[in-house]
């Protein structure tokens, strides 16, 4: 499936909640934030919902983790860049809502709340960063690996100028 940038969503916060909400059922009361592009109001996004939830141990993830996989979120990537992945799988194409779950105060933990809050301060940047995503989806073709690199380099140089 070739990737698509959408337009912001104005319903999106709505929806968070209703995944938030889902998922505290499930796993109990942890601290959970709205992460990734669709948290910043008026970006553009692929139309996924990142969640991240902070943990104080990896011992609390294997629980987390089982729990997901009760409501749905069956593919899961273990541990991987101080993170555990999970998200749902609907056909051949991932679902709209992404788990992210680190260690509170890890550097992933720390880097993917700074990036969000970063861009929700600098509006400007925001509106060049939803411009790039469209000039990277144009320069990947729409692959997906291709597409993360390009934005990846870009955070990375974001977050090295500004942690």
Same mark, same amino acid.
């Given at each position: 499936?070739? &990737?698509? +940038?959408?337009?912001? /969503?104005?319903?999106?916060?709505?929806? =968070? /909640?209703?995944?938030?909400?889902?998922?505290?059922?499930?796993?109990?009361? =942890?601290?959970?934030?709205?992460?990734?592009?669709?948290?910043?109001?008026?970006?553009?996004?692929?139309?996924? !919902? /990142?969640? *991240?939830? $902070?943990?104080?141990?990896?011992?609390?993830?294997?629980?987390?983790?089982?729990?997901? %996989?009760? !409501? $749905?979120?069956?593919?899961?990537? *273990?541990?991987?860049?101080?993170? !555990?992945?999970?998200?749902?799988?609907? $056909?051949?194409?991932?679902?709209?809502?992404? !788990?992210? +779950?680190?260690?509170?105060?890890?550097?992933?933990?720390?880097? &993917? &709340?700074? =990036?969000? /809050?970063?861009?929700?301060?600098? %509006?400007?940047?925001?509106?060049?960063?939803?411009? &790039?995503?469209? =000039?990277?989806?144009?320069?990947?073709?729409?692959?997906?690996?291709?597409?993360?690199?390009? %934005?990846?380099?870009? +955070?990375?140089?974001?977050? %090295?100028?500004?942690?």
């Amino acid at each position: 499936m070739k &990737l698509k +940038i959408n337009s912001y /969503d104005k319903k999106i916060v709505e929806k =968070f /909640d209703r995944q938030k909400n889902k998922i505290l059922k499930a796993i109990g009361n =942890f601290e959970i934030h709205h992460v990734g592009s669709t948290a910043i109001p008026g970006l553009g996004s692929k139309g996924i !919902i /990142d969640i *991240l939830i $902070g943990i104080d141990n990896w011992k609390q993830a294997t629980e987390i983790v089982e729990r997901l %996989k009760k !409501i $749905g979120f069956l593919h899961v990537h *273990l541990k991987e860049k101080g993170r !555990i992945f999970l998200s749902k799988k609907t $056909g051949l194409s991932l679902s709209n809502v992404h !788990i992210h +779950i680190a260690i509170k105060q890890s550097k992933a933990y720390k880097e &993917l &709340l700074f =990036f969000r /809050d970063y861009l929700k301060k600098n %509006k400007k940047e925001a509106k060049n960063y939803y411009n &790039l995503k469209k =000039f990277w989806l144009k320069k990947s073709n729409g692959d997906r690996k291709k597409y993360g690199e390009l %934005k990846n380099e870009y +955070i990375n140089k974001i977050l %090295k100028n500004n942690i």
